[in-house]
């Protein structure tokens, strides 16, 4: 039987792996496409496409049990996916000036992250495993990329979340098993 | 006695808006706070505070009911706000180039707006009235204010929409009553 779900995105493409990462977790079966072109990622389910990747992430999570236990808790989760959207938006938008990336927003944002992760008994929210924790460990490779050190070394509450998440055994093996370029 | 929900939004603010609409459809009671700084809008319930704008709206709308009847339906309703977010991005991000704004990106969105209201019974998701809906018509007059005209003259699934929501009494006597400057 095909799987339920059918995940399309680029080659390579980042924003599919925060949902793989869903995926994986709760170990669903998806039908994994790739594609060079297109609005992407989409996510194929019973004839319809969607193709919002956090609107996907958070359905996902949900499936997945990553949620939060009411609307309260859901909205404290989504508040810290939105910052970790702002970073990336504001990372994008300042891309000629990397030094202002590296020097003020990216410190001014770990700094605030890393301190919520304290308080949070090791998570970002709700202190317990939510999505927004495999969605924050799926993104850092790529502001890791960037910046071209381990930029976490000076966060360790964050690094010590994004190793948690690494660790958990279905993604440490999809991490090992997937293809470097898809990170 | 207080009301349990305090929103904090600044003069004039127009994000808050499309949480007041929600509130107001609701009949929800809420105090409403206006400050000239700080990263807003922000909404306190139980001595807890959250300042993302569109998690704090998808929270109301549950309260209401205007989210989806379940996880599948919640997404439909996602990803069209997401695509409205997309739309607002890119007038930011294009600000210098109006022309672009207006005679591509803004049409771009619209007509596929519009085509997926004919398709929907009128509503932006799930052919009836959700979230989504109040939101779209919410954000339409700073589009509207942007290119100093009716936009919306050309995509009459869209009017009919943005009517619609105005005509519910609530946000009527909302609309009518609130300061100008809030709108």
Redesign the interface.
Known sequence: MAPAYKLISFNGGGAAERIRFLFKYGNIDFEDLQTPFGQLPVLE??G?Q???S???A??VA??VKLAGKD??E???I??I???LSDLR?RRK?KKALKETVLNETIPYYLTRLDAIVQKNKGHLALGRLTWVDLYFACSVPNYTSFVRNDILSKYPNLKTLQNKVYAISVIKSWIETCPKTEF
């Open positions: 389910h019973n319809k969607i193709n919002q956090v609107s996907i958070r359905y949900k499936q609307d309260w859901n909205l404290e989504d508040a996916v939105n910052t938006a938008k």
